[in-house]
């Protein structure tokens, strides 16, 4: 039981290792970013059914505010950042953008669970115009409709994304094998590899840093879980009896942290058994378990066919996977794709360049559903996973990370709750307050290079939730509901008081600017793409799809 415990002393270690011997600006080069999903509701709190806002430009081509699945599912991306704080204002200045620009009777719905849904012909899938690249976008989402249906896609998180510094992966190697010897870390670090050895040792780097966050993925549900409880019309018939009844209305977990992230958020369909899943012991498997999955048929698929009856497509192929995105998983390893470049094949051609965590709720406290505080602790749980030990996961310890997450999901705030590790059960406080304890010399050292201090005490926050669980996000929820009268009500007044700060509060005048100039530079550049779009869609899509079959056989 305590063989982790041994190795987050070894975190400890090379944290203590790192502060002494160089300065946090070692770190100054790495990149944060942010993509948070919103739903545009009425007044009522039903999902708008109105079409993407056309004073927010084109969601196919502007860079920072787009649509997910559905027309009114916002997504607001922010560009690499190097701080929390400006990656935090500048997704808050991407909401001020937008709100100013809603219809008059809508609002953004800043919570993870939708209200009030009609039925999934409510979610309406989104629109990307005529262009091939729009079309492929439309299509795919209606095959994500077609096959767990449009009522899971309404459901909306926040994706953190990460990258270190190129120069920190040689240091990494030093802190390893220093660590290894007893020995203190070398005053000079070993010459850096050429770009092609550059690339694998990145690489091989975050895939060892990515197994290090699934073992520790639970922490994220506990910590900054905010959706314990739905509204009663989210659910079809039958499902929700393990679930509390505060009213006709609202259903909840009395432990739960995060249902986005359990049995009824994002999950494959339960009446068409499929095997999708994917090795993480090493990156060369893992790539070619995603493209046995983009590449093979799976019969019920097939038997609905690419196309509807009026021959437009309804998804992009029958294959498990119509493409790499579909592939639900709380961490992603991720390389920027080139346009019209299938995902597997960038990330196989050019290596992983960032990790994308999914795990992460919209916090209804916070007017851009995250806090600085909260992106400052999702940057060290990071760097947790870049200074521990690399072990390959197997698929049995996969499975217990994949569990201990559905456990947090529904039980996290129980009393006493244990969560399953590789030497038998441990008590989440232990288990969570060891890897907080890890990483104070971090914090300590990363406060240096900051004006006022950030991670020391937003590690102290994450420690009082752990040693008081109604401190939580989550519990905070439950609080509010039961205190206001539903989950509708609680969620809706908060929602509707962040329009009116985010509306009130002073912006940047500089990105506001800026994003004005994106909505006019997309509704270009989609007039572009679509005078460029010549020939059948469907060679289009054969063309795009049929990378990979141009991926090395010995990916």
Avoid at 460 to 486: C, F, V, W, Y
Wanted: glycine share 8%; hydrophobic share 40%.
């Amino acid at each position: 039981m305590w063989g982790m415990f041994i190795v987050y002393s070894k975190v400890r270690q090379r944290a203590e290792m790192l502060a002494s011997s160089r300065s946090p600006d070692v770190f100054a080069d790495r990149n944060i970013g942010l993509e948070k999903e919103s739903l545009r509701v009425t007044s009522s709190g039903g999902i708008s059914q109105k079409d993407h806002p056309a004073a927010l430009g084109a969601a196919l081509t502007h860079p920072f505010i787009t649509t997910d699945f559905s027309e009114a599912l916002l997504e607001m991306v922010t560009p690499p950042c190097q701080s929390a704080t400006a990656a935090v204002d500048y997704l808050t200045g991407i909401h001020q953008f937008i709100v100013q620009r809603l219809p008059d009777n809508e609002h953004i719905w800043n919570t993870s669970m939708p209200c009030i849904l009609r039925g999934g012909q409510s979610v309406r899938i989104g629109e990307y115009g005529s262009s091939h690249s729009g079309q492929m976008k439309h299509a795919y989402r209606r095959g994500l409709g077609l096959r767990y249906g449009r009522r899971m896609q309404a459901i909306a998180g926040v994706h953190f994304n990460f990258s270190m510094p190129e120069s920190s992966w040689s240091l990494r190697q030093a802190l390893l094998e220093s660590g290894h010897t007893g020995g203190s870390l070398p005053s000079s670090l070993p010459d850096t590899p050429g770009e092609q050895a550059t690339a694998s040792f990145r690489t091989e780097g975050y895939f060892q840093m990515m197994q290090n966050l699934l073992r520790v993925g639970w922490m994220v549900p506990y910590l900054f879980g905010a959706s314990p409880a739905i509204c009663s019309s989210f659910l079809a018939d039958g499902e929700g009896d393990e679930f509390d009844i505060w009213n006709q209305s609202t259903r909840f977990a009395p432990f739960g942290t995060s249902l986005r992230m359990g049995k009824i958020g994002y999950r494959y369909r339960e009446d068409e058994p499929i095997d999708l899943s994917v090795s993480h012991v090493t990156v060369e498997q893992y790539i070619a378990d995603i493209i046995g999955h983009v590449s093979t048929p799976h019969p019920p698929y097939e038997a609905m066919g690419i196309q509807d009856e009026n021959g437009d497509f309804q998804q992009l192929s029958a294959a498990r996977l119509q493409i790499e995105n579909e592939f639900y998983s709380t961490v992603r390893p991720k390389q920027i794709a080139k346009s019209g470049e299938l995902p597997i094949y960038a990330l196989r051609q050019r290596g992983i360049r960032y990790l994308e965590l999914r795990s992460v709720d919209v916090n209804l406290q916070d007017p851009a559903g995250v806090s600085i505080q909260q992106v400052a602790m999702l940057e060290m749980l990071m760097m947790f996973a870049w200074l521990n030990t690399p072990v390959p996961l197997s698929a049995a310890e996969m499975a217990r990370c994949t569990q201990n997450v559905q456990t947090v999901a529904h039980r996290g705030r129980e009393t006493g709750l244990c969560l399953a590790a590789e030497d038998g059960e441990v008590p989440l406080q232990q288990w969570g307050m060891a890897i907080l304890k890890a990483l104070e010399p971090l914090a300590q050292w990363l406060d240096g290079a900051e004006e006022e201090a950030l991670y020391m005490p937003a590690l102290h926050a994450q420690m009082g939730k752990i040693e008081n669980p109604d401190l939580t996000p989550s519990a905070q929820m439950i609080a509010g509901i039961k205190r206001t009268g539903s989950f509708f009500e609680y969620a809706n007044a908060v929602s509707r008081e962040h329009d009116q700060f985010l509306k009130q509060t002073a912006q940047d005048a500089d990105l506001q600017q800026a994003l004005a100039t994106a909505v006019e530079e997309s509704r270009r550049k989609q007039t572009a793409m679509e005078a460029d779009s010549e020939g059948p869609f469907e060679d289009f899509l054969s063309s795009y799809l049929g990378q990979i079959n141009r991926i090395p056989a010995d990916a």
